[in-house]
């Protein structure tokens, strides 16, 4: 646990030494710069220069000399928590407004390209998040499952959901249909396919594979154009559901495959 502890802090802009002692701290309340340095195992000069930080930070206490010399005790960790939790806010809160003023709007007919399976789904969750009005949406399962948590709480909000899937599990929000297999097959799409069209403002397409790639965009024609995929597709799923038998005898058997009524 020390270690993984030791991590954390770390992450958090502790160093080692500085982690080591401020755990040491915890288990040992009053002690010394040469105790804490014994408990912590880091050597006593490099104690005393993480002790001087740790007090410049506000993570630790320095109690009144008395007999015993200079000691110290820790913040407690709910305050500590607290404490970093308000000072990373305040700097993020900052870094965005001064990296907004700072940034110059991307043109609309810019597309970028976006590699690995992380990068894709969180591009694709923070479409999701941001939506106001619509989300068009075409993905297999192993797109759905990371982005279905986002998809529900659009839904919550007020945003329409048409989803397109192409595997075999489902979602409970919105508008939702599968892709039949057989068109899957005959196209060779469907395994890992992610398409998200926000609100007919911005679009996503590509695929979580092993070659791991996909297009973000804003140009107008072709977030129309994807948008416009997603809504054939659902709208042939709705009016291959309502046909009656004796005219889908008059289609292929491929035809009626790709309506889901062979």
């Known amino acids: 646990m020390s270690e993984r502890l030791q991590r954390q802090l770390g992450a958090l802009g502790f160093t080692e030494y500085e982690a080591r002692v ?24 490099m104690a005393y220069e993480a002790l001087g ?5 506000g993570a630790i206490l320095t109690l009144p000399e ?8 820790p913040l407690p960790p709910h305050e500590l928590v607290a404490q970093m939790r308000q000072q990373f806010e305040t700097c993020v809160d900052g870094l965005a407004a001064d990296l907004t003023a700072l940034a110059v709007p991307a043109e609309p007919a810019q597309i970028w390209n976006i590699s690995g399976d992380a990068q894709i789904v969180q591009r694709a969750q923070a479409m999701i998040d ?23 709480a659009a839904q919550q909000r007020g945003v329409a959901v048409h989803a397109l899937l192409f595997g075999e599990n489902t979602l409970t929000v919105g508008e939702v249909r599968h892709h039949p297999q057989a068109e899957t097959a005959v196209h060779r799409v469907g395994r890992g396919i992610v398409i998200v069209v926000a609100d007919r403002q911005a679009a996503l397409i590509g695929g979580t594979t092993e070659a ?5 965009t804003t140009n107008p024609h072709l977030v ?3 948008r416009e995929y997603i809504w054939q597709e659902l709208f042939t799923q709705r ?15 491929l035809d009626r495959a790709v309506l889901g009524r062979e």
């Open 224 to 226: 129309f154009v994807a």
């Open 130 to 152: 941001a939506a106001s009005a619509e989300l068009y949406v075409g993905l297999h399962d192993r797109t759905l499952a990371p982005l279905q948590g986002a998809l529900t």
């Open 53 to 57: 930080r740790l007090a410049q930070r």
């Open 239 to 253: 009016l291959g559901q309502e046909l009656p038998v004796e005219m889908l005898a008059h289609l292929a058997p």
């Open 22 to 45: 401020y755990l040491a701290l915890l288990q040992h309340h009053a002690a010394s710069g040469y105790q804490l340095s014994k408990a912590s195992g880091v050597p006593r000069s």
């Open 212 to 216: 791991a790639s996909a297009a973000w």
């Open 66 to 73: 008395d007999a015993k010399g200079v000691r110290y005790a």
